[in-house]
């Protein structure tokens, strides 16, 4: 009996060892999360993956943060878009499910758990890579988790806080960690990952669009700023000035030219998102997305605004409220280099590579024209014969609005700019339409304008803060800067950032953390002047450098007849996407939406 | 053993000597009516105790004296007494007219009806054939109470029924049974060709489908093949033809309507009375001048999109071959059904033969040949219900063709015309070849011991070729009155092609010992099962062909990509069950499973689970104090039954870990490629949540039931039960904080359904008339009870919550529409933008008002509450069978009682431009006006300008509960005397039609069966047939 019985309990045995084995099935047609990453080969291709997904886009192949800019007071989208209902706040509609905060959001989650994926995951391999390589792969993804939070944190606030992949429930009942909390936590990597680099020898800028140590130290400075850590900020900019690594590039429009950027003089670019040269996707849309209609297949849609145009100073430093140059007769004369370099005013020769295909008789895939809003005949330079020829057919023309075309002009609505389009980033060797000029997300020049703005705050202002502005200003042409007063230094370090940075991205990110949003960004948009034989008045600006232009807003384009209303204090942060809260209502979203 | 063989034989050699004038008897009962052997008679020796039951065969054994008599008994048979002269007795038993007697398929084995105690329902051949339809699924519909056989399409090679017992079991899991065929989870009901099929039993509550364990939790369906019967050779054959039509498609408006109501709508969203899009010039141009298809052109588009037949034909012819050692039974099968539009049509071959050996008595070798090819064709450029819904939506004003090759632009920037991808633009093939095969063995060692084994396999290989050809566009040219050529559609040609091989391979074996001692009948099954599912396909393609009549790889020029991939699925499971009946009138039945399966992960043990159920039964009619009490009752039995189940099927092979995937970058934000120094680098991510913890749903199901047998004539069967489901298999939209990965599955939480069935039946004959009329109720009711983490599960316009029915609509409450500014002004502001005066942008007169549910005096998304939901409740039917003489009438209604549906794009919403500029509808006339306030529609406004007015919301919500006369079928059979001489020995003639009458309250044109979303929908059919049946 006994016997018995133990036979028949190996024959069960057996058979389910057998059945186990029969039942062991692995994927076979792909990596496995719980394998992959286990080796160095392996662990540089999921980081690539962590890249990609650092590469923001909205709508398209338009990069998100110069979207974002035109949601702000220095930019504008045609009408009726996300970004123009962002823009107008109360006047909006502003709700919580506008594409653009939830695009916003999505996209630098994505980054996050990609990131975070890649860092957990590469303890599948730790042992199969040494130590100085697997920590600089590691802190390349940290440095990226960083700016996602970064970003996060700016246009949200407190947020979910993830440092590892999140379980099901983890999502599904995840609160918001405040903002405080989360950049304690992030310093931390952050100076972790400034170490592996170290360790690793990282060049001064790896391959364009890669992070190193002096961008994780920009980030670092960043996450300061939000918080008004100016110490650390000070300190993080500090390192990267004294490094020595890094100058400005002399030439200021070579940063927004392929052929520049690719050079890079000076180190000048930290970080940016690059295009491929090698397959025809993806492209960059911000240079075609800001063509105007009088040019041949132009898509323009985001525009630069007078509240931006009028942060220029003239060329001996001061603003325009306070210049004796200025001519509101002829505002394009006697600027800032770097408003020319920006933004064509009408009166500019703008060059834009605008058709594949050359258009006869112009004979050449580039076209010349002159800016003109003012008139429905425009010039335009024929190129075999050297000369301007006048051109009937103007779709920017103020006056075309009787024609039906929808310009915007004064009260009754429409869809165009103010009188002003981008030139920054329009590099005539690119075709428009598949630009491969890459949208810089972090530059040295930005490294100094923080470093000096954190001394200010924490009024330390000595030579170093000055050498900081003025190397900036010098670049530009512009004189240094003598003052040192921390009110009046103050003005001038936020001046300088606007016009500085004007369209790259920044703006949202310096509002919300100068608790000026809603001030700047509230009022009538104005733009130009509606009839150039009726100059428009000067503004008035306020401490903050915003702009009143009361007194000048009968003789002004108006853009869709816009009030913007962001006075009120929910527009100090967007909305938690209303998905986020359909799928957690344990989630709070912020207060007064 | 060998020496418990030889010690019986021993015994029996002491017995034969004791008792020298018994002999021994043996013989064979089978049912009259089918000639099936019939199981569990009682075989007693009449005056005394002794006797025996008759096996799964139907062969008994008994030792009785010569000139003695046999009692035969059952439940469900007529008793019948023979007097014994020989050792070998074959009786044939007349079953009574409740049908107890019969012997139904149940889960590994078979039962006699009378002893069953769980719920379920078994349809034979005859119940099948009374619908002539062209998938077996369709022929489920309403004819067992509990189960919901919903057709969505009537697509030739895809108008199969969905079929889902009992309510839903799963949010995200598949809600399908397991289909079972001759012992084969083949998967898909509809590649058993109809024509062969014996019988289908529908397995319902717990205790019959938990012996299928993990997979059984949305029941079972378990179809048997026909085999031979008798020992004689017949040749039938079967043949009909049918002419199919739509059973509804909505009416379109014509040119004229369309310019005019365009007009409308331009004014409304102007403001400007003066504002149009077509001068009134070219409208009274329309008004005088008859279409032309230059100027003046007025396209009916459905006419010129349904230019195919419609035809169907189905031949069958099959073979009985019974003989004593070996039988066969062969049957093939020919369908061809042509759909409505071109390119649009489905055959199918089916050819069986399932043969039969009988090595020596105790030994029997059983098999099944099945090979099935099918030829499914259809519209290459887009889907038939595409073409169909862009017939109903294009604009009559749309150039259609011209002539041959000559088509017209459709009125679309895109030249996009339905007519050309229907007939001019390629096609694609789909040829599925299926084999299916089943070697087995049947073992009797001893008396009761039954052992049975088999081995299956079926190998699917469905190619596709799927071939895209430019069409030419065309523009009339007024100053020539010509045609000018503008252009081809789509621009491209490609040919893709793949090849998919799915195998399936089962070994089973077990074991059955019955044995009846006295009163005590017990009966015990224990086996064990293995299957292994493997799928492998590759595919390529390439683009840029210049012959358009040369569809072969090698000729493409342009663009070439290829691809493969592969999978596996084990499972394997233990199953017992025991069944003990005492005095034919207490039964109980105990099932189990342990079940294994390869979806789950084996490192964290998710991959074993324990199924079982029990169940009892109790005859009361036989008690004594009943069979005094009353005589209108001649049956009664009470079911109860309790028992778990699991769910694993996800469709995905691996669900519990996810994968590192490449993705080029015009897959949206979703790229893993990075451009370090303007090239690319190729990169790889994670693109789905990985939920290694993942495992099977599981159910438990409580059910009572009732069967009665009322005077004579009367069948009633009854049932109550509550199934609940537990760890629901959930795709979970998680929050975009995840990080945007494709959703995982989880284990959800728990969900209940609640329902009744209630089925009659009444039979009797009037001297030559004959009358049988079933009728059927049923209702399940379903509720969310919770699920993981509380948080609601957003789907596609549906919101799954605790306390909610599954998928319930989720959407704003509709008051009405403004009546007027002072209405507007005066209401709660709608999505942020107030009344205005002057700005196109808002609500107006004519717009829906949303009501303000929580009282905050704006509408926004706080708004929304649950609007009930999509799953039919209190399905009916009512089946009536007449026989008069030679003739049979069989007239068949099915309804739903309340279902809810929400309607939107091109069927709901005028001039709809999601995915073309569409016109507009008959049913859209009735809009809003200030002297038609209350319109089924909002005021009219163009293409995206229609506001917030065709959100979901409770005003799209209609009822879809309908009543159907799904068939009606008409026969004549030939008088035998006729026939004779022609050596014939059956003829029957009939005439039927399907769908014929349906009263409903969706809107005209709409099939109120079909849970279209945005009238994109291929029509179910209404079908007429004529049909003969022979048999020689």
Same mark, same amino acid.
């Given at each position: ?53 650092a ?60 990131a ?16 100085t390589?697997?920590n600089r792969i590691k802190a390349e993804a940290q440095v990226l988790r960083a700016w996602g939070y970064l970003h996060?944190m700016t ?25 405080a909390?989360i950049i304690a936590d992030l310093y931390k990597d952050v100076d972790e990952a400034v170490a592996a680099f170290d360790a690793a020898g990282t060049a001064p800028v790896q391959a364009l669009g890669r992070v190193n140590k002096a961008v994780a130290l920009g980030i670092k400075a960043k996450l300061a700023l939000l918080i008004k850590d100016y110490r650390t900020a000070a300190t993080a900019t500090k390192t990267v000035i004294d490094g020595g690594l890094y100058t400005l590039n ?5 940063l ?8 890079n003089a000076g180190r000048e670019i930290l970080f940016c ?167 810089i997300l972090l530059r040295y020049a930005d490294i100094l304008l923080m470093y000096a703005e954190a001394k200010i705050e924490l009024n330390e202002i000595d030579a170093t803060v000055l050498t900081a502005i003025n190397a900036v200003r010098t670049r ?13 230094l103050?003005?001038?370090v936020?001046?300088e950032r606007?016009?500085e940075f004007?369209?790259e991205?920044l703006?949202?990110f310096d509002?919300?953390r ?80 | 053993?060998? !020496? ?219 179809? !048997? ?99 004593? !050692?070996?039988?066969? &039974? ?112 049947? &073992? ?42 503008? %252009? ?55 683009? %840029? ?85 009353? !005589? ?160 609601? &599960? ?211 044109? &709409? ?26």
């Amino acid at each position: 009996m006994k016997k018995s019985i133990f036979i028949l309990l190996s024959i069960t045995a057996l058979g389910l060892s057998a059945c186990q084995k029969f039942l062991d099935r692995k994927p076979l047609d792909a990596s496995s999360a719980s394998t992959f990453l286990s080796n160095q080969a392996e662990m540089e291709q999921g980081l690539i993956g962590v890249y990609a997904s650092a590469m923001w886009v909205f709508p398209n192949n338009t990069s998100l943060l110069f979207a974002i800019e035109s949601s702000t007071d220095h930019a504008m989208k045609r009408g009726g878009n996300a970004e123009d209902l962002v823009a107008m706040g109360d006047g909006g509609p502003f709700l919580v499910n506008n594409s653009l905060s939830i695009t916003a959001w999505n996209q630098a989650y994505k980054l996050v758990q990609r990131a975070n994926q890649q860092i957990t995951g590469m303890e599948n391999g730790k042992a199969n890579v040494n130590a100085t390589t697997f920590n600089r792969i590691k802190a390349e993804a940290q440095v990226l988790r960083a700016w996602g939070y970064l970003h996060l944190m700016t246009w949200f606030g407190d947020v979910p806080f993830y440092k590892a992949p999140p379980s099901v429930n983890e999502v599904l009942s995840a609160k918001r960690t405040p903002v405080a909390t989360i950049i304690a936590d992030l310093y931390k990597d952050v100076d972790e990952a400034v170490a592996a680099f170290d360790a690793a020898g990282t060049a001064p800028v790896q391959a364009l669009g890669r992070v190193n140590k002096a961008v994780a130290l920009g980030i670092k400075a960043k996450l300061a700023l939000l918080i008004k850590d100016y110490r650390t900020a000070a300190t993080a900019t500090k390192t990267v000035i004294d490094g020595g690594l890094y100058t400005l590039n002399p030439n200021y429009p070579n940063l927004f030219s392929l052929a520049g950027q690719t050079t890079n003089a000076g180190r000048e670019i930290l970080f940016c998102q690059t295009y491929p040269t090698d397959v025809n996707e993806p492209q960059n849309w911000g240079p075609i997305l800001g063509v105007p209609r009088q040019v041949t297949n132009s898509q323009s849609s985001h525009f630069p605004s007078q509240a931006l145009v009028d942060q220029f100073e003239d060329r001996s430093g001061n603003r325009i409220d306070a210049s004796l140059t200025y001519d509101p007769a002829n505002p394009r004369l006697n600027r800032d280099r770097r408003l020319a370099w920006s933004i064509y005013l009408p009166g500019d020769t703008m060059v834009h590579f605008a058709s594949k295909t050359p258009a006869l008789p112009y004979n050449n895939l580039r076209e010349r024209t002159i800016f003109n809003i003012y008139s429905n005949v425009r010039r335009k330079f024929i190129w075999n014969t050297g000369v301007y020829d006048n051109v009937t057919g103007n779709n920017d023309w103020v006056g075309a609005q009787a024609a039906g075309i929808q310009w915007q002009v004064s009260a009754t609505g429409n869809i165009g700019g103010v009188g002003y389009v981008w030139n920054k980033y329009n590099d005539s060797t690119q075709y428009t339409f598949e630009s491969k000029v890459g949208y810089i997300l972090l530059r040295y020049a930005d490294i100094l304008l923080m470093y000096a703005e954190a001394k200010i705050e924490l009024n330390e202002i000595d030579a170093t803060v000055l050498t900081a502005i003025n190397a900036v200003r010098t670049r530009a042409g512009q004189p240094a800067v003598l003052i040192n007063t921390q009110a009046a230094l103050r003005t001038q370090v936020r001046r300088e950032r606007a016009v500085e940075f004007a369209g790259e991205g920044l703006r949202l990110f310096d509002l919300r953390r100068w608790d000026i949003y809603g001030k700047a960004n509230s009022g009538p948009i104005v733009g130009i002047s509606l009839d150039p034989a009726v100059p428009a008045a000067r503004p008035v600006f306020d401490a903050d450098n915003v702009p009143d232009y009361s007194a000048s807003i009968n003789q002004r384009i108006r853009f869709r007849n816009q009030v913007r209303n962001n006075a009120n204090a929910k527009y100090k942060l967007w909305p938690i996407p209303q998905p986020e809260i359909d799928n957690n209502p344990g989630l709070i979203q912020n207060a007064g939406w | 053993m060998k !020496k418990v063989s030889l010690l019986c034989c021993a015994l029996l050699l002491l017995l034969q000597c004791v008792v020298a004038q018994q002999i021994r008897v043996s013989g064979r009962v089978t049912n009259s009516v089918t000639g099936n052997p019939v199981e569990g008679i009682s075989v007693l020796l009449k005056g005394k105790k002794t006797g025996t039951t008759t096996n799964t065969n139907g062969e008994f054994n008994v030792s009785a004296e010569k000139g003695a008599t046999l009692v035969f008994k059952s439940i469900g048979f007529a008793t019948k007494e023979i007097t014994i002269n020989n050792n070998v007795v074959d009786i044939e038993l007349v079953p009574a007219a409740d049908g107890l007697g019969e012997v139904v398929v149940v889960g590994y084995g078979t039962q006699k009806k009378a002893s069953l105690t769980g719920a379920l329902v078994t349809l034979n051949n005859s119940a099948l054939n009374k619908r002539q339809v062209s998938s077996t699924s369709q022929a489920l519909q309403g004819l067992a109470p509990g189960v919901t056989v919903q057709q969505q399409s009537g697509r030739p090679g895809a108008d199969g029924a969905s079929i889902v017992i009992r309510g839903q079991g799963s949010i995200s899991g598949s809600n399908a049974p397991l289909i079972i065929v001759d012992g084969l989870a083949v998967g898909s009901l509809d590649l058993i060709d109809p024509n062969a099929i014996e019988s289908i039993t529908l397995l319902k509550d717990a205790a019959s489908t938990s012996i299928y364990g993990n997979r059984a939790s949305n029941g079972v369906v378990l179809v !048997k093949t026909k085999r031979a019967t008798g020992e004689q050779m017949k040749l039938s054959y079967n043949g009909f033809i049918t002419k199919q039509e739509a059973t509804g498609i909505p009416k379109r408006v014509s040119a004229i309507d369309h310019m005019e109501l365009s007009n409308v709508a331009e004014r409304n969203r102007t403001g400007n009375p003066a504002a149009f899009v077509f001068p009134q010039t070219l409208i009274d141009k329309y008004k005088t001048t008859a279409p032309n298809n230059l100027d003046v052109i007025d396209t009916d588009w459905l006419n010129e999109v349904l230019t195919n037949t419609g035809i169907m034909q189905n031949h069958n012819l099959q073979l009985n071959a019974g003989g004593e !050692k070996m039988s066969m &039974f062969g049957s093939f099968t020919y369908l061809t059904q042509q759909g409505l539009i071109p390119n649009s049509s489905f055959d199918k071959y089916d050819l069986r033969v399932n043969p039969e050996f009988k090595i020596s008595k105790k030994l029997t070798l059983t098999g099944v040949l099945a090979y099935t090819n099918s030829i499914t064709t259809n519209p290459s450029t887009g889907s038939a219900e595409f073409i169909i819904r862009q017939a109903i939506g294009l604009p009559a004003i749309g150039g259609g063709k011209y002539g041959p090759g000559m088509y017209g632009t459709a009125a679309q920037s895109n030249n996009r015309n339905p007519i050309a991808m229907a007939e001019a633009t390629g096609n694609s093939v789909v040829r599925g070849s299926t084999l299916l095969t089943r070697f087995g063995f049947n &073992f009797h060692p001893i008396s009761g011991l039954e052992v049975e084994g088999y081995w299956g396999r079926q190998s699917s290989n469905p190619y596709s070729k799927t071939w895209v050809k430019n069409a030419e566009i065309y523009q009339p040219n007024l100053a020539t009155s010509s045609y000018s050529l503008i %252009g081809t559609w789509p621009g491209t040609s490609s040919l893709s092609e793949a090849w998919t091989n799915n195998l399936y391979t089962t070994y089973l074996g077990q074991a059955t010992y019955s044995k009846r001692i006295g009163a005590h009948s017990v009966k015990v099954l224990a086996g064990g099962q293995s299957e292994l599912f493997t799928n492998y396909f590759f595919g390529a393609s390439r683009q %840029g062909f210049v012959n358009p009549n040369q569809p072969y790889l090698n000729l493409g020029s342009g663009v070439r990509d290829n691809n493969a991939g592969a999978s596996e699925l084990a499972l394997a499971g233990f199953f017992a069950r025991v069944n003990y009946s005492y005095d034919d009138k207490y039964y109980l039945e105990l099932n189990g499973r342990r079940d294994g399966t390869s979806r789950f992960s084996q490192a964290r043990n998710k991959q074993w689970g324990n199924f079982g159920a029990v169940s009892a039964g109790w005859i009361f009619s036989k008690e004594n104090f009943f069979e005094n009490a009353g !005589k209108l009752i001649d049956y009664g039995k009470l079911r109860a039954s309790i028992g778990g189940n699991g769910n694993q099927n996800i469709g995905n092979n691996y669900a519990y870990d996810a994968f590192y995937a490449q993705s080029a970058y015009n897959n949206p934000n979703n790229g893993t490629n990075a451009y370090f120094g303007n090239s690319t680098n190729l990169g790889l991510a994670l693109l789905q949540f990985a939920n290694p913890d993942l495992s099977w749903e599981t159910s438990r199901q409580w059910n009572i039931g009732l069967d009665l047998t009322v005077a004579k004539r009367f069948t009633i069967t009854a049932d109550y039960y509550v199934k609940t489901l537990k760890n629901m298999l959930l795709q979970r939209t998680l929050p975009q904080s995840a990080g945007g990965l494709s959703n995982p599955f989880v284990n959800a939480g728990n969900m209940e359904n609640k329902g009744w069935e209630v089925s009659v039946n009444y039979r009797n004959q009037f001297g030559k008339l004959g009358v049988d009329v079933t009728a059927m109720l049923s209702d399940v009711k379903n509720k969310v009870l919770n699920l993981v983490e509380g948080t609601p &599960f957003i789907g596609d316009g549906i919101r799954t919550m605790p306390g909610q029915a599954l998928g319930s609509y989720f959407g704003y409450v509709s008051a009405g529409y403004f009546s007027d500014s002072t209405d507007v002004k005066n209401s709660p502001i709608q999505f942020g933008v107030p009344w205005s005066p002057t700005t196109a942008n808002g609500p107006k007169p004519g717009d829906v008002k949303y009501a303000d549910i929580n009282g905050d005096k704006k509408i926004d998304v706080n708004d929304r509450t649950f609007l009930g939901n999509a799953f039919p409740r209190y399905e009916y039917s009512i089946n009536l069978n007449l026989t008069y003489g030679n003739w049979d009438l069989n007239i068949f209604g099915q309804g739903v009682g309340k279902r809810n549906n929400f309607l939107s794009g091109t069927g709901a919403v005028p001039f709809n431009s999601a995915d073309f500029a569409a016109s507009l509808l008959d049913i859209h006339k009735d809009y809003w006006r200030p002297d038609n306030q209350n319109a089924l529609f909002p005021r009219l406004l163009p293409s995206g300008s229609g506001g917030n007015n065709f959100l979901l919301a409770s005003q799209w919500i209609r009822s879809a509960a309908y009543f159907r006369i799904k068939n009606v079928n008409l026969g004549y059979t030939l008088p035998k005397n006729w026939l004779n001489k022609a050596g014939i020995s059956n003829l029957r003639v009939y005439f039927s039609c399907s769908n014929l009458l349906t009263i409903s309250k969706a809107w005209k044109g &709409f099939d109120p069966e079909i849970n279209s979303a945005n009238a994109e929908f291929y029509p179910l059919m209404r079908t007429f047939t004529g049909g003969v049946n022979v048999t020689f």
